[in-house]
């Protein structure tokens, strides 16, 4: 499993680490990449409504939750990755370190 990096506010902010923390769109599992998938729907929920603390997931035994939120909100507000690939590759990271 891969782990969250080492992220600061800072890079939500400038954008520029989702390539660094997302998985190549080829890498990630065809059931991520669609819509029906239970992950798929709290991406995009996050993606385009927000997370608000009460909807805050779990993190598995030896994930850091705050640094996987951060991971995940830097994928969501990174410019690069083409949409598909930055909510697919985010749902797959979210099913891996949340319960």
């Not at 660094?20 to 709290?42: H, M, Q, S, V």
């Not at 996050?46 to 805050?56: I, V």
């Not at 909510?87 to 099913?95: C, D, F, K, Q, V």
């Amino acid at each position: 499993m891969q782990q969250p990096i080492e992220i600061t506010r800072l890079d939500i902010v400038f954008g520029g680490k989702a390539m660094k923390i997302l998985p190549a769109y080829n890498d990630t599992p065809g059931e991520f990449k669609k819509a029906g998938n239970r992950w798929n729907k709290f991406i995009s929920q996050w993606f385009f409504n927000g997370l608000d603390k009460s909807e805050y997931p779990t993190a598995k035994e030896g994930v850091n939750l705050n640094l996987a939120l951060l991971n995940i909100k830097a994928c969501l507000v990174d410019y690069e990755p083409k949409h598909e690939h930055k909510i697919a590759g985010a749902a797959y990271l979210a099913s891996q370190w949340f319960k």
